[in-house]
Nanobody, 126 residues
């Protein structure tokens, strides 16, 4: 089982910024890619972004691609999600998920991932 730990959530006003962190297992269990998902109350868990840890290539959902930036620090076994210009509709629990394969075209499908972190809450309100 692959254990990931998210952190960095909090409460911000609209237009604010947050950086989420995902601690990734190292060594033999290191995943090939990491995705961020989010789940708002009463809604399905939806893909936000994905990064291939070796190449650094990225994918984004359309509603965040001009505001969010995913990055990785392989030396520290960390993946980050920098979120800017936050909106109330970004309010959700954010999860990171590992995959043995590249992000690919199906990165935003929940069925692609077997393990999830515990999530970190992001609340955007005035």
């Amino acid at each position: 089982q692959v254990q990931l730990v998210e952190s960095g959530g909090g409460s911000v006003q609209p237009g604010g910024s947050l950086r989420l962190s995902c601690a990734v297992p190292g060594s033999a269990s290191a995943p090939y890619s990491i995705a961020w998902f989010r789940q708002a109350p009463g809604e399905e868990r939806r893909g936000v972004s994905c990064i291939n840890r070796a190449s650094g290539s990225t994918s984004y959902a359309n509603d965040v691609k001009d505001r969010f930036t995913i990055s990785r620090d392989n030396a520290q076994n960390m993946v980050y999600l920098q979120m800017k210009n936050l909106r109330p509709e970004d309010t959700a629990v954010y999860y990171c998920a590992p995959d043995r394969f590249a992000c690919g075209l199906t990165w935003s499908s929940r069925d692609k991932y077997d393990y999830w972190g515990q999530g970190t809450q992001v609340a955007v309100s005035s």
